[in-house]
């Protein structure tokens, strides 16, 4: 089977490559992810008493924290393109598990279920994000169907 070099990279007119733009979807996912997760976050702190200044701070830092994070791990993927994909795959599934083992530590559970909690998802998004991005890049083996 033969393989295609890879395409040049693009240019502006101007002779400077061309950067990533990011779309409209790239802004308004990880802002809607941050306010969420903020949310739960302060949520799960209250353990259902009254709504305090650190329940609040807890939700606008977590939230700002997840959001930056969530933008910034989606902008380098995109730069990345179809190269190292174990690479993002694991900073994505490390992100997952981390965010989710942190919540789980709000509930004051123990620091062991926190652990495998968080590496069950970690895992899990590993895995699901390996498989997304190794089936849409130019390592997957195309399928040639002829009848």
Same mark, same amino acid.
């Given at each position: 089977?033969?393989? +295609?070099?890879?395409?040049?990279? =693009?240019?502006?007119?101007? @002779?400077?490559?061309? $950067?990533?733009?990011?779309?409209?979807?790239?802004?308004?996912?990880?802002?809607?992810?941050?306010?969420?997760?903020?949310?739960? +976050?302060?949520?799960?702190?209250?353990?259902?008493?009254?709504?305090? #200044? @650190?329940?609040?701070?807890?939700?606008? /830092?977590? #939230?700002?924290?997840?959001?930056?994070?969530?933008? #910034?791990?989606?902008?380098?993927?995109?730069?990345?393109?179809?190269?190292?994909?174990? /690479?993002?795959?694991?900073?994505? #599934?490390?992100?997952?598990?981390?965010?989710?083992?942190?919540?789980?530590?709000?509930?004051?559970?123990?620091?062991?279920?926190?652990?495998?909690?968080?590496?069950?998802? +970690?895992?899990? $998004?590993?895995?699901? /994000?390996?498989?997304?991005?190794?089936?849409?890049?130019?390592?997957?083996?195309?399928?040639? /169907? =002829? $009848?």
């Amino acid at each position: 089977m033969a393989h +295609a070099a890879p395409a040049p990279a =693009r240019s502006t007119s101007a @002779g400077r490559p061309a $950067t990533p733009s990011v779309t409209t979807l790239g802004k308004v996912l990880p802002v809607v992810a941050g306010a969420v997760y903020g949310f739960w +976050a302060a949520n799960i702190q209250r353990f259902g008493q009254e709504v305090t #200044g @650190g329940n609040i701070a807890l939700g606008f /830092v977590s #939230g700002i924290v997840v959001a930056a994070l969530c933008f #910034g791990i989606h902008q380098w993927c995109t730069r990345q393109g179809s190269r190292h994909i174990g /690479v993002r795959a694991l900073v994505w #599934g490390a992100f997952a598990g981390i965010a989710v083992g942190f919540l789980q530590s709000l509930a004051n559970s123990t620091v062991l279920w926190n652990i495998v909690l968080g590496a069950i998802v +970690a895992g899990s $998004t590993f895995v699901a /994000v390996y498989y997304r991005y190794y089936s849409s890049s130019e390592y997957a083996p195309e399928h040639d /169907v =002829r $009848t």
